[in-house]
């Protein structure tokens, strides 16, 4: 009954954007701290940003400050990344996740999980 689907990954040239989006049934977005990993092949799941549901910080893992930003439309129980001036190493598997505080994002212990949407950069 709980789902998260991800959405708006593709194929990109170095120095472009794309914009993600996931969008939560089940339960109310708003009640969970939310996050988003990437993972490359023969690569370990890595956190790149997330969101607190207790006062709407953001916190972004260093290689993306200035260049991704996270933010939710909570009337649409949805999520986005933005992301710009893309490089290959940002070449991975986006997912989504929630959970009831931000340690869990942190530690990568989400409640629920997306499929994943494929960002590909490269010229």
């Known amino acids: 009954q709980l789902q998260l689907v991800e959405s708006g990954g593709g194929l990109v040239q170095p120095g472009g954007s794309l914009r993600l989006s996931c969008v939560a049934t089940?339960?109310?977005?708003?009640?969970?701290?939310i996050g988003w990993f990437r993972q490359a092949p023969g690569k370990e799941r890595e956190g790149v940003a997330c969101?607190?549901?207790?006062?709407?910080?953001?916190y972004y893992v260093d290689s993306v400050k200035g260049r991704f930003s996270i933010s939710k439309n909570g009337g649409h129980n949805t999520v986005f990344l933005q992301m710009n001036a893309l490089t290959p190493e940002d070449t991975a598997v986006y997912y989504c996740t929630v959970a009831q505080t931000l340690a869990e994002i942190k530690g990568g212990t989400g409640d629920h999980w997306g499929q994943g949407t494929q960002v590909t950069v490269s010229a």
């Open positions: 089940g339960f109310f977005l708003d009640y969970y701290a």
């Open positions: 969101i607190s549901s207790v006062d709407d910080n953001t």
